[in-house]
């Protein structure tokens, strides 16, 4: 099936400093963007942590594990790929991802 | 045509069963029906209490429904099967249907003992064993304030401590004279018994109860002795019954205590029917513990499929975390009677720690034996047991606390056909070829093996061996930072301060690979801090959204305020001002333990205008968010105390002034007191300091926390500039050479020489770099700036201070109850009507 995809501007890219998160709110979705120096630059995922259920995962620290980037969630540090959700401590819980890019200086969001 | 095999029950062992079956039956010979009572496919009961902290009846779930139709297995739940026609081999269920097996498995599972004491029926009692049961306890826990346990055993532990997790005042009723009477003896029950009271939950032991008071509700217990118990609610764990209620009404023979009889092959008195877990009864006994079950489900898949295969009755060694303490026994735990056996005891009630082997009358064999306090020792000592080996010539040693050099079974004693995860029946064998196949973590160890998945318990173990042979294959556990560098913090320290590199980028690019983790990246911002002493904003992404955001964030996703207090010394004018920034903002305020004030649950927006308020009244931060100095307390000393001899305060300020923001390895704290009175507890402290007659005695590396440790003597009689000497020059030596997040105590202690080392450094300058350690320190000194001064004046950093950054709306996210006329963060799912949404 294929669908119209609906995109909707986040704004100017200079708002999402590299390395870190930023929380932006879509409708009445929160999101959590990451500005990363890695091929894809862009990943977006609810700020939802789903474990303890509290909309921080935009504060939390990046990295990467064996090359998979991750954001760790503030609280108690579990691991969330950005690429796919998942969790990579505990495989039984995924996050919802969005694609995002970059669009002539704006940022642009499918939420 | 298929077999079709029906599963009675699918609860944890249930499940195992169709897992195995499935992954063996390569030939597809047989199709499984499964039927179950709960709403829901099976999930982990081993981990069931999680569900009151988080963990949502997916997270708890062995397998998503799709794994089922993946599978080929057809899944009912919620359809109770009602009856067994042996005759024509088919099972009734509730919902009419007739289903004819050619194999039947009873894995049913065990439902709760609930004993008929007058009263027991009446609302507010409950069960521990399902989610429905904890949902049930976890409303109505909402409006009670105590609750009482029936049952001291294992079970009726761990929902003590979900009670009191939930808020409730907790007790715990027990018939037999002491806790955990199937696992532990006398004096490791008490031994247990004084910790459990000691955080707040009080037993009753020989305590029969007699009647359930209360109209329709519960309100208080009676019991034989006539005393009175008044609590809100009660939840019963004082047993299971195997659930042979449908095997019974078909002509199964059961045991005169309740259980399905089974043979060695798992077999029911009907050749066609087999029965698995905790409705099984082998050779007179139930067994309550998971990794039986499993074992048993192994073993009858692989006799569907023609291989040989046996339970010989299982091991009923356990070990758990109780209300936050070790516990854990295996085999005998008395000497049995004339064998000649001995019992070797370790049982420090100072310590709460009680340890106990029991011994062959030769010495040779371990029977046994109970740990309480600290059950480390458990994974090599069950080895020891289980594999028959031979015991060192002082068993002592192996019990003995790790610190002094204890013998314990190392990783590389274990025979590799010795089975370490008894859940999955993985051998130490299986896990090294797994690891020379590529695991590389334990995580991967536990994807590819299935070990440690089950109950848990063998995952210490399994960690050691991972790690000797990690070594063993020239992998070298070094003690590098992370993945992404091959240096230790030290050697880090040094890189930096030689080449002057100021950016992670340029140090990673350098000296590392990739993007970086939240352990080297705080590393090394914290390293970064303490040589260059930049605002720690200017490392924004290296750190934790403590120092992002320069406060400490906490359980809901707001943070806390805590401006620097020196010494703990403040005008009626400053506090009347943290008075009213925190009512302005309604916050919650509470002393912290380092004699200042706390003002929690403000929102990232709200930060930047609560300091500006606080820094025109002349605060400034305090560091409690870093790894930094945190506060140096101090006593009123000789200019109040009748007992005084020195002037604490003065000191204290002082010295919290000149070490505030000084980034470290981990935090440092520091106290001053006015004589050996002690009433700062300076000894508790990074560094200590106490007032003598002729001057200060200095005492360091001592610390709160989880490993309290007291501060040792370091200088006596000083005066105060050789004191901030050493001080400086002690600071700065921990800052270049501890391990990230070490404290001073752990540093002290690794350092060839411990505190001889350290004295010798410091004040004998042995290394000869004393000169270097004070001027490094006077150049933080100097560069020393309030972070949140900086911050508020620096329109570019105050961007991030924002809920979102695509629209000022306000996070609507967090709500707040009231709890003593201030603000507490609401629970999740707490209703609509008790929150009001923050302003
Ligand atoms: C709170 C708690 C903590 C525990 N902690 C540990 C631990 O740390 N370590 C450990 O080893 N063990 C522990 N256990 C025990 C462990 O959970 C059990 O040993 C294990 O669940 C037994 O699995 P089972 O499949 O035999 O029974 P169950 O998991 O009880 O499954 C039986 C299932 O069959 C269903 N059923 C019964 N009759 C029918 C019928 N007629 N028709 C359809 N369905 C039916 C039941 O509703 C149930 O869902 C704990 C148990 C609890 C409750
Ligand atoms: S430590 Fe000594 S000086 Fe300080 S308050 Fe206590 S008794 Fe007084
Ligand atoms: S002891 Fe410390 S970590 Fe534990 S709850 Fe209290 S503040 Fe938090
Ligand atoms: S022994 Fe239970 S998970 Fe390994």
């Known amino acids: ?111 | 045509m298929k077999e079709r095999i029906i599963v009675i029950g699918n609860g944890m062992v249930g499940y195992k069963f169709c897992e195995r079956l499935v992954s063996k039956d390569t030939a597809k010979r047989y199709q499984i029906v499964t039927f179950c009572e709960e709403p829901r496919p099976a999930y982990d009961r081993v981990h069931l209490s999680e569900y009151f902290s988080g963990k949502s009846a997916d997270d708890l779930a062995m397998a998503k429904f799709n794994w089922y139709e993946d599978n080929g297995v057809e899944l009912h739940v919620n359809e109770l099967a009602t009856s067994i026609d042996r005759k024509n081999k088919r099972v009734l269920t509730a919902a009419g249907k007739v289903v004819p097996y050619d194999k039947l498995i009873m894995a049913t599972g065990s439902s709760p003992f609930v004993p008929p004491v007058p009263g027991i029926e009446k609302k507010g009692v409950f069960v521990y064993r399902t989610i429905e049961d904890l949902e049930a306890i976890k409303a109505y826990a909402k409006n009670s304030k105590t609750c009482a346990v029936i049952g001291g055993g294992l079970l009726g532990l761990e929902a003590a401590k979900a009670a009191q997790d939930l808020g409730l005042k907790t007790h715990v009723v027990e018939f037999a004279p002491r806790l955990m009477p199937r696992q532990l003896d006398e004096d490791a029950g008490i031994m247990l018994k004084d910790i459990i009271e000691e955080r707040g939950i009080q037993v009753h032991l020989n305590k029969a109860t007699k009647n359930i008071a209360g109209e329709d509700t519960v309100s208080a217990m009676e019991f034989s002795d006539d005393s009175k118990l008044p609590v809100d609610m009660i939840i019963v764990s004082a047993g299971i019954r195997p659930r042979d209620e449908l095997a019974k009404e078909a002509g199964l023979e059961v045991g005169e205590r309740g259980g399905i009889q089974v043979n060695s092959l798992l077999l029911t008195s009907d050749p066609h029917i087999f029965a698995i877990g905790e409705c099984a009864l082998y050779e007179g006994m139930i067994y309550g513990l998971v990794a039986p079950g499993y074992q048993m489900a192994d073993a009858v898949s692989d006799l569907l499929l023609g291989k040989e295969a046996s339970f010989e009755g299982a091991d009923m060694s356990t070990k758990l975390k109780l209300i936050g303490t070790d516990v854990a026994s295996f085999g005998a735990i008395e000497a049995p009677a004339d064998s000649g056996a001995r019992e070797i005891v370790i049982n420090d009630p100072h310590s709460k720690l009680y340890k106990k082997l029991v011994v062959s009358a030769d010495g040779k064999t371990l029977l046994g034996g109970i740990l309480v306090g600290d059950a480390s020792a458990y994974g090599g000592l069950l080895q020891i047991y289980q594999n028959g080996l031979v015991m060192p010539p002082e068993p002592i040693q192996l019990i003995l606390p790790a610190s002094e050099g204890s013998a314990a079974m190392g990783a590389h004693d274990i025979p590799s056909d010795a089975q370490i995860c008894s859940c999955e029946s993985v051998t130490k064998g299986d896990l090294c070829d797994a690891i020379d196949n590529g695991c590389g973590s334990i995580g991967e160890l536990k994807a590819c093996t299935k070990a440690g998945t089950g109950c848990g318990g063998c995952v210490p173990l399994m960690t050691d061996i991972f790690k000797a042979k990690m070594k063993e294959n020239g992998v070298v556990v070094s003690n590098r930072l992370c993945e992404h560098f091959d240096h230790s913090r030290t050697e880090l320290y040094q890189i930096i301060r030689a080449t002057g590199i100021q950016t992670f980028e340029e140090l990673i690019k350098k000296h590392g690979t990739s993007l970086g983790c939240e352990v080297c990246k705080p590393a090394v911002g914290s390293i970064l801090a303490s040589t260059w002493n930049k605002p720690i904003l200017e490392h924004a992404q290296l750190q934790d959204t403590n120092d992002t955001f320069l406060a400490n964030i906490q359980q809901d996703g707001t943070y806390s305020v805590i401006p620097r207090v020196p010494g703990g010394e403040i005008t009626p004018d400053k506090l009347i001002v943290i008075g009213q920034v925190a009512k302005k903002y309604d916050l919650y305020m509470k002393f912290t333990g380092g004699q200042r004030i706390d003002m929690l649950g403000a929102r990232v927006d709200q930060l930047p205008s609560i300091w500006k308020e606080l820094i025109d009244a002349g605060f400034e931060s305090g560091h409690a968010y870093g790894k930094a100095l945190r506060t140096v307390k101090s006593c009123v000393g000789s200019s109040w105390c009748r007992f005084g001899v020195q002037d604490s305060t003065t000191l204290a300020i002082d010295v919290e002034n000149r070490y505030r923001g000084i980034r470290s390895p981990h935090k440092i704290k520091g106290g001053v007191s006015g004589c050996a009175r002690e009433c700062s507890e300076a000894r508790s402290k990074d560094f200590g300091i106490i007032a003598t007659e002729k001057g200060w005695n200095l005492y360091v590396c001592g610390n709160g926390g989880m490993n309290p440790r007291h501060a040792d003597l370091f200088a006596t009689d000083i005066d105060r500039e050789t004191l901030i000497k050493y001080i400086d020059r002690f600071l700065m030596y921990y800052i270049k050479t501890a391990d990230k997040l070490e404290r001073t105590a752990t540093w002290m202690t690794k350092l060839d020489g411990g505190l001889k080392h350290l004295q010798d450094v410091v004040i004998n300058d042995s290394l000869g770099i004393c000169d270097e350690l004070e001027a490094q320190m006077q150049q933080l000194i100097d560069t020393f700036e309030c972070e949140w001064t900086n911050a508020i004046n620096d329109p570019e950093k105050m961007k991030r201070f924002r809920s979102f950054s695509n629209t000022d709306d306000k996070d609507d996210s967090i709500h707040f109850v009231k709890v003593r006329d201030q603000i507490s963060p609401a629970r999740l799912n707490e209703t609509a009507e008790e929150t009001a949404i923050a302003q």
Not at chain 1, 39 to 65: C, F, H, T
Not at chain 1, 94 to 102: G, H
Request: proline share 6%; charged share 15%.
């Open chain 1, 1 to 111: 099936m294929i669908t119209d995809t609906k995109w909707t501007s986040l704004g100017s890219i200079d708002n999402f400093p590299l390395h870190l998160g930023t929380c932006v709110k879509v409708g009445d979705t929160q999101i959590a963007v990451f500005h990363l120096p890695t091929e894809g630059k862009w990943y977006a995922v609810q700020n939802l942590n789903p474990i303890n259920e509290r909309m921080v995962l935009s504060r939390g620290m990046v990295g990467d594990e064996n090359g998979v980037p991750y954001v760790a969630c503030p609280l108690h540090k579990h691991h969330f790929a950005l690429e796919t959700g998942m969790c990579l401590n505990d495989p039984t819980y995924t996050i919802q991802t969005f694609p995002i890019k970059e669009e002539g200086g704006e940022l642009i969001i499918a939420a």
